[in-house]
């Protein structure tokens, strides 16, 4: 029997009931004990997001059948920890900075996200400290003010810092109102019909790719929206992704979504012409940051359909492109706090958090599966289409379903299964192998990872 959080994602990406019979799970409880049915939706985001994949591969190469998709939580497991499980050159990976933490404030709990070095110089001057000021003058001041107060002051300084809520308190907040009147994921038809086609795939070509051919411009960052394109690249597509050059990406973040990809930079505030270049002939267009941000560079989704008709457009936010926090910036660890997640997963002396960053691996395969459905319907009408997710709008999913992951049976027995080795341009890699899987495709992806900035800013 299919798990109702997969049913409920599928029906979410608009894909059809009857496809459901051809995907398979494997369970194996107790690789993300949690509260919260949180290894149910590492396994609904996974499963959807195979099932995507196999029916586009299906209809390019035009199998009578779809092929049988497989969701195994061994798999899955290890890939939500994959950035944490990597070695490079037998280091384990950097993931959070010394100011990246829970606070005690004077009334509350508050926790901050300062890995980037403009989010901590943004935290501390809100605070009325200098650069290089450590924990300990942090925990003083935040002592000093409430939960809220912190949370206020600083995000009007442009860093990041949310306050505790319970579920109940979120539930009242009006940003939980505006995510709980939208769907799961968006989808929308934009602009003109074009004649944009998928190139057919041969049968006998091995392993099956649904997105061989298919050009990805990438503009993510952090987790979310890097785990979508790292999906898309080991289903064959070209991913280029493209960063601003004042704007490094954390090393080991990069490496770990970086797999089948290639990184260049780009200013976008003078070097347009070749934005344009690159858009003329992408497929997909993936965006991960604050809502709003690349508006000026012609990229919101209205005008790039005019320009561009038939393009996917594809976006990722931590609150959602609505509501009073529409614009501000965020992350899964602040989701959580916001949201009711980390009071739930919590105890009477502190607060709590997910056993995975789950709302940003989940997010990120759901819209790796909404673009792979775009790219089926528009195969039948020509029309370009309009993709959006929220963390939020994940985290809503999570604590508003019923039941809780089964225990008992034959359980997790830790990643080893599903690590692999390989050298790259980075050293030496151990790396969490892809969940995503179906009969006939993938098993790893063609590349690894290539140093941040390291490519010219054009396709293969």
Not at 146 to 175: C, D, F, K, M, N
Not at 228 to 242: H, I, M, P, S
């Amino acid at each position: 029997m299919i798990d109702p959080m997969i049913k409920s994602a599928w029906v979410a990406l608009g894909g059809d009931r009857e496809l459901l019979a051809r995907l398979a799970c494997v369970e194996r409880p107790g690789g993300l004990v949690s509260r919260l049915p949180v290894q149910r939706l590492a396994r609904a985001c996974v499963g959807a997001c195979a099932l995507a994949a196999a029916e586009l591969g299906a209809l390019r190469a035009g199998l009578g059948e779809v092929p049988r998709a497989v969701v195994d939580d061994g798999a899955v497991v290890t890939a939500f920890h994959s950035e944490r499980v990597l070695r490079i050159d037998g280091r384990a990976p950097v993931n959070f900075a010394p100011l990246s933490r829970w606070w005690r404030a004077s009334y509350g709990w508050v926790r901050t996200h300062a890995n980037y070095p403009h989010h901590r110089l943004r935290l501390l001057d809100a605070l009325g400290l200098p650069d290089g000021a450590g924990p300990e003058e942090v925990e003083r001041l935040i002592l000093e003010r409430s939960a809220l107060e912190i949370e206020e002051t600083v995000y009007a300084a442009g860093g990041l810092a949310v306050a505790l809520r319970t579920p109940g308190q979120w539930a009242a907040h009006p940003q939980s109102a505006e995510v709980a009147k939208r769907p799961l994921v968006e989808r929308a038809t934009i602009g003109a019909a074009s004649g944009r086609e998928l190139p057919p795939l041969e049968r006998e070509y091995t392993p099956l790719l649904p997105a061989a051919g298919l050009r990805v411009l990438d503009l993510t960052r952090v987790l979310a929206g890097p785990v979508a394109t790292r999906t898309l690249a080991l289903l064959g597509a070209d991913v280029l992704r493209v960063d601003a050059p004042e704007l490094p990406e954390l090393a080991d973040q990069h490496a770990d979504t970086g797999f089948g990809k290639r990184s260049a930079t780009l200013d976008l505030t003078v070097d347009g012409e070749v934005l344009e270049e690159l858009l003329a002939s992408a497929d997909v267009v993936v965006t991960g940051y604050r809502p709003g941000t690349l508006d000026r560079f012609g990229l919101s989704p209205e005008a790039l359909a005019e320009r561009h008709p038939g393009l996917i457009v594809a976006q990722i936010s931590a609150w959602g492109a609505y509501g009073p926090w529409g614009e501000r910036r965020g992350f899964d660890s602040l989701v959580q706090v916001a949201t009711g997640i980390a009071a739930t997963e919590g105890s009477t002396m502190e607060p709590g958090a997910l056993p995975a960053q789950a709302l940003d691996h989940g997010s990120g395969y759901l819209m790796a599966a909404g673009i792979l459905r775009a790219l089926a319907e528009r195969s039948r009408d020509g029309q370009g289409r309009l993709v959006r997710l929220a963390l939020a709008r994940t985290a809503r999913w999570l604590t508003d379903e019923a039941g809780r992951d089964r225990q008992g049976g034959p359980g997790y027995e830790g990643p080893d299964a599903w690590l692999a080795e390989r050298d790259s341009p980075l050293g030496r890699l151990r790396y969490a192998r892809p969940p995503v899987s179906f009969t006939g495709g993938p098993t790893d992806w063609a590349a690894p990872p290539v140093p941040w900035g390291s490519s010219a800013a054009a396709w293969s």
